[in-house]
């Protein structure tokens, strides 16, 4: 076999002692995961967002911008619940690049993945402990997900990912929203082929042991824009795109019908100076049409504190290494934009 064994990987039980979660932030988590459940089941009328860096590289960086949401939050806690981004796994669609923090713990040394998962535990709930935000990871790796379970309020499957049976089911045994985006190819009976899976209770193989899950009526549908048979970007977050996901939601599934708009990745054609006009052309559909005002519950962002991209040589602080980012002070007035807009 092609396979060397480098390391073994520390058990669940393992990382989660070394790094426990206390007794105070786990009532913040509690009390999060309360108010973003509301939202999607349209109990809360606030907006959420999904706010941060395409991938978390540096720890400090990272939890200096969480800080400055939860102070952008704390004004507009009326109108938006804010979530904060950390992504530390990036996927790779041609498998070369920065892999995340899981993989190279130090975004300038090599792959070590032991060391990775106790790196993005520690990022995790530094950032919690500091912003009391409860933060929202992308589940590249189904396993890794028990590593971060009991800090997460959110979870999104990603375009590559959302196929996947191993995703899907999951997903159906988290306690937390997980958003499933549409695929690249832009079908959307893919991403409710998968929510409808995450919703229902299935058996599986989960670290080592033969489990059951209870369904998890929280899945719901991100749109990330799409791509033509040529690569070229296709933006689905018009009127008429979130009008026919309405249609769709009816022929799959009555549970919680929510939608989250990715205003960056395919929406955006990765011109990440766009992501703001597309939010707010976004909050304009809502204000037109009712059903659209109880269906989109919120949107996605990339941002960070300083605007645009560097490579992983570089040393920008606050800089994104992998796709751009808005900046900081677009962000916050972004922000604010939403709160005079839901």
Excluded at 54 to 63: I, K, N, P, Q
Excluded at 217 to 229: F, K, N, Y
Aim: proline share 5%.
């Amino acid at each position: 076999m092609g396979f060397t064994q480098i390391r073994p990987i520390p058990s669940v039980e393992e990382i989660l002692s070394g790094e426990p979660l206390t007794e105070e932030l786990a009532n913040v988590k509690a009390e999060r995961d309360r108010m973003i459940r509301a939202v999607l089941t349209h109990a809360d009328h606030r907006f959420l967002l999904v706010a941060g860096p395409c991938s978390a590289h540096d720890e400090g960086a990272v939890c200096d911008y969480v800080t400055r949401l939860a102070r952008v939050q704390d004004a507009v806690k009326d109108r938006v619940i804010i979530v904060s981004r950390i992504y530390t796994t990036k996927p790779r669609t041609s498998g070369t690049g920065y892999k995340g923090m899981v993989h190279q713990p130090n975004h300038r040394g090599g792959a070590n993945m032991a060391d990775g998962i106790r790196a993005i535990r520690r990022l995790h709930l530094r950032a919690l402990r500091e912003s009391h935000l409860t933060a929202a990871e992308e589940m590249l790796y189904p396993d890794n997900h028990a590593f971060l379970d009991d800090v997460l309020s959110y979870v999104a499957v990603g375009a590559r990912s959302v196929e996947n049976q191993q995703h899907r089911m999951t997903a159906s045994g988290l306690s937390i929203p997980v958003g499933m985006k549409n695929p690249r190819s832009g079908d959307l009976t893919v991403a409710f082929n998968a929510i409808r899976a995450a919703q229902l209770q299935h058996e599986f193989s989960y670290h080592g042991w033969d489990v059951q899950t209870s369904g998890n009526p929280l899945a719901h549908l991100v749109m990330r824009g799409a791509t033509d048979l040529n690569g070229k970007p296709l933006p689905n977050y018009y009127f008429e795109h979130l009008m026919n996901a309405a249609e769709l939601y009816d022929q799959y599934t009555h549970i919680n019908q929510a939608i989250i708009i990715d205003a960056s990745h395919d929406n955006s054609g990765r011109r990440f100076k766009e992501q703001p006009r597309i939010v707010l052309d976004v909050l304009g559909s809502r204000k037109h049409s009712p059903l659209l005002r109880k269906l989109v519950r919120g949107a996605m962002i990339e941002s960070f504190i300083a605007e645009g991209s560097q490579k992983p040589e570089e040393n920008e602080y606050g800089k994104s290494i992998t796709d751009p980012c808005l900046g900081w002070e677009e962000t916050e007035t972004l922000i604010k934009k939403i709160a005079e807009n839901v």
